[in-house]
């Protein structure tokens, strides 16, 4: 048995043994470009769905395929449980004590059994110990924990970022978007998240509102705007008609709640939930991102989940098309987020999903145990089906309607209840629209350890060094603790008059509580839009840029170093009652030194800003002008898995002869040993079938080893005679079947070696990214504005 074999590169996933007899297994390989068109994984708990799910998202870590993971079980952290060494001592802080007591055995011994069974699980099952060092240092492994600091947090809560202009073009889409958010937002605080409910209309025109600008939001500045918002009507009643400015700051005061609570900082620390950042790092390697959802409670889990799918369906949309396997979304559970009647926030964008990604490169994978429930009519849409063993009758019925469905009806049922009612643990149907058979296949042993559930004490202590790591950044990232101080110690005189300033200043207030008494600190609040336009370049692009500057009566001058982002530009025009009010500079009172600011910001504005754009002069690709550089990197990387995917297509047509060749030459050897097997045959099956040769199979498209010639070798070895086995025509035909096996293999290794050779070639590390910019002109900086914004401290 061969354990040494390079699946990945053949571009195959390496997911199972398929049974050939009783005594006779072949690598099962599936083509990583088949996961296109999606997958799903059924089967009832103990099936071995686990296994067969972390086997797929091994394959493609190891193939540099990034992934996104929705774990709501807690399973998928298993991925970083990874022992190239495989030694008791690296299993034995995962093992559970309650184990060891179940087997009576010690701790040490329990760990000393585990690793001696992945030992022989791994090398018995056509792999090495190699296959867990080149998963390690494949992809960069993360668990993230939202709405909490267990594992790495991710900062949720703190935007809602405004979709691409792909998306904003595509008005159905954004709808539904926004749809999705709006329903899963308000599901936070209970409120009835129906489409036509006065709230969601609200919410939604908002979001609308500010979208179509390219604006993001903030919670905060949601908040702000359920009370003011920046629309008189909606639809062809008045506002005030519509939703009464009591019951706006009713709905206000509820998702205030959320902020409110002390658990709330927890949504905006950590990274950002950005798509382009979680699937490569910046030396192009894969990530996997596992976001780790079992300690929410299940009106933030949909939340998430919903913000989530939402997020990917922006990301997705501002790629290009792609022929090749981009990336994976996985969730484990898709019970309660997909299900057949109901319309819940995630369901929406999930069909989105399985309808529009395989365009884009990206494939899904929906894993559930709970098969009654879930919407078949969205999953017609997926291509590869494994189903494992189920317990009811209603699921296995399911479950069959569904694949008879999704196979044009091309499946016979009676068989199929028949197959599914006596599958083993761990033995699965697949069914993949790129075949024509079904075939049943036993999962291959998982490089990664299962322990079960990975708990928060275990997060914690595999996340250790990336929370440390975060926390740095976080600490460096702060706004500078100089001025702060500065701030904090200045005495300065409170008026309740306000300063006065010229009329032609306009004056902006940012109240944040509802009080007696307000103190309000003065900023200059600088603002001005710029364009960026190159018509050979494709670029034509305009920003709003909105700054504010801490004022000091101190001050005699004002320093453009000090701008400042506007997190929340929603403002009051006009000054609450009991308003007090800190000094201002004294020359912000003369006309000419505003003028003169105005100046100097527009200078500050043309010195400081460039659009910054990437390139590749291999590729002869240039980035689009709102393109971040993970994006531009992740399509560098799709044009060289395409250049990879026709070089390999190329490789395929040149080798095929021999490969059709090979197959000829092996049929005609199986028929004649059917005619000798009531005379001898001296080998076992094992020994005539070649893994080789069931790999080319998979790799040119076909079966080398159809099963009917696979039958016709068992046969033949099982019908041996003990006193013939020494003939010498039967020993002929037999060894001509090895020699040709040993033909196949060399072939699979000269392939081998050349598809290696691509892979070296269109490597990302041989095609550097370079920044280059566009200045600003003079001319494309207008509308520049100096206000005065009264924040309350």
């Not at 008189?232 to 700051?249: A, C, M, N, P, W």
């Not at 044009?408 to 629209?433: A, C, H, P, Y």
């Not at 060289?640 to 190329?650: F, G």
């Amino acid at each position: 048995m061969n354990s040494t074999i390079d699946y990945e590169k053949l571009k195959l996933f390496y997911i199972g043994k398929e049974k050939v007899d009783e005594d006779t297994t072949v690598p099962l390989v599936y083509k990583n470009k088949d996961l296109r068109t999606h997958a799903a994984i059924i089967g009832m708990t103990g099936s071995g769905k686990t296994g067969l799910g972390i086997s797929l998202l091994e394959e493609a870590a190891i193939d540099n395929i990034p992934s996104i993971i929705i774990d709501p079980k807690g399973d998928m952290g298993n991925l970083l449980l990874t022992f190239p060494n495989l030694e008791a001592n690296d299993f034995k802080p995962w093992i559970e004590e309650q184990d060891a007591i179940n087997n009576g055995l010690t701790i040490d011994e329990q760990a000393a059994n585990t690793a001696s069974l992945w030992e022989k699980g791994i090398t018995g099952d056509f792999q090495s110990k190699e296959r867990i060092t080149k998963l390690k240092n494949a992809a960069d492994f993360t668990i993230y924990t939202p709405g909490s600091t267990v594992g790495v947090p991710i900062s949720i809560l703190s935007s809602f970022k405004a979709p691409g202009i792909e998306v904003l073009e595509d008005h159905d889409l954004l709808t539904s978007l926004i749809n999705s958010t709006v329903s899963s937002l308000l599901s936070l605080v209970d409120i009835n998240s129906d489409s036509s409910s006065k709230e969601n209309i609200l919410l939604s025109s908002i979001f609308m509102n500010a979208y179509t600008k390219a604006k993001d939001l903030t919670l905060e500045e949601l908040i702000s705007l359920i009370v003011t918002p920046p629309f008189s009507k909606v639809g062809i009643f008045d506002l005030e008609t519509f939703f009464k400015q009591d019951d706006r700051l009713k709905l206000a005061l509820k998702l205030n709640t959320i902020i409110a609570n002390p658990s709330f900082k927890n949504w905006i620390i950590g990274e950002a939930l950005d798509i382009s950042n979680l699937l490569y790092d910046e030396k192009g390697k894969a990530k996997v991102s596992i976001f780790s959802i079992s300690h929410l409670d299940d009106a933030q889990r949909m939340f998430f989940v919903s913000l989530l799918l939402n997020q990917m369906l922006s990301w997705m949309r501002r790629q290009e098309g792609t022929s090749s396997l981009k990336a994976l979304l996985y969730m484990d559970e898709i019970f309660g987020y997909f299900p057949p009647s109901k319309n819940p926030p995630s369901k929406q964008p999930m069909l989105t999903l399985l309808k529009q990604a395989r365009s884009f490169g990206l494939g899904v994978i929906l894993s559930t145990q709970n098969p009654v429930d879930i919407d078949y009519k969205g999953l017609s849409n997926i291509g590869t089906w494994f189903i494992g063993r189920l317990q009811t009758k209603q699921d296995k019925e399911k479950v069959i309607d569904g694949l008879s469905s999704a196979a044009n009806g091309k499946v016979d049922k009676k068989e199929l209840m028949s197959t599914i009612s006596n599958l083993e643990k761990r033995t699965f149907i697949m069914k993949n629209i790129n075949e024509d058979n079904i075939k049943i296949f036993k999962t291959r042993w998982v490089l990664s350890y299962l322990k079960g559930p990975i708990s928060k004490d275990d997060i914690k202590k595999l996340m250790s060094d990336k929370i440390a790591k975060l926390k740095e950044k976080i600490t460096s990232n702060k706004t500078n603790i100089q001025r702060e101080t500065r701030k904090e110690t200045v005495q300065k005189s409170k008026e309740y008059v306000k300063p006065i300033i010229p009329n032609s200043i306009e004056q902006k207030y940012s109240y944040i509580s509802q009080s007696d008494e307000y103190s309000l600190q003065a900023y200059l609040l600088c603002s001005t839009t710029i364009s960026f336009v190159n018509t050979s370049k494709a670029i034509d692009k305009t920003q709003e840029l909105q700054y504010k500057i801490y004022l000091d009566e101190r001050m005699n001058d004002i320093d453009f170093q000090e701008l400042e982002d506007i997190e929340n530009s929603s403002f009051e025009t006009r000054a609450r009652t009991n308003s007090i009010f800190y000094e201002l500079p004294s020359f912000l009172q003369n006309q000419r030194e505003v003028k003169l600011i105005s100046k100097n910001f527009d200078n500050h504005i043309y010195r400081n800003n460039k659009l910054v754009l990437f390139k590749n002069s291999k590729l002869k690709i240039t980035s689009k002008q709102d393109e971040s550089i993970n994006d531009f990197r992740a399509r560098v990387q799709d044009r060289l898995n395409e250049n990879i995917d026709e070089a390999v297509e190329k490789l395929q047509i040149k080798f095929e002869k021999a490969n059709t060749s090979l197959e000829k030459k092996l049929d005609k050897l199986y028929v004649k040993l059917e005619k000798e097997k009531n005379q001898a045959a001296s080998k076992t099956t094992n020994t005539l079938i070649s893994i080789g040769t069931s790999i080319l199979g998979a790799f040119f498209g076909n079966n080398v080893l159809s099963k009917t010639n696979m039958g016709k070798v068992a046969r033949g070895a099982k019908g041996a005679s003990d006193i013939l086995k020494e003939r010498s025509d039967v020993k002929f035909v037999e060894e001509d079947i090895l020699n040709i096996n040993q033909e196949a293999q060399e072939l699979k290794e000269k392939l081998e070696i050349q598809i290696e050779e691509i892979n070296e070639e269109f490597s990302i590390s041989n095609y550097e990214i370079e920044e280059f910019s566009l200045n600003l002109r003079r001319k494309d900086i207008y509308n520049t504005k100096i206000e005065i914004l009264w924040e309350e401290v």
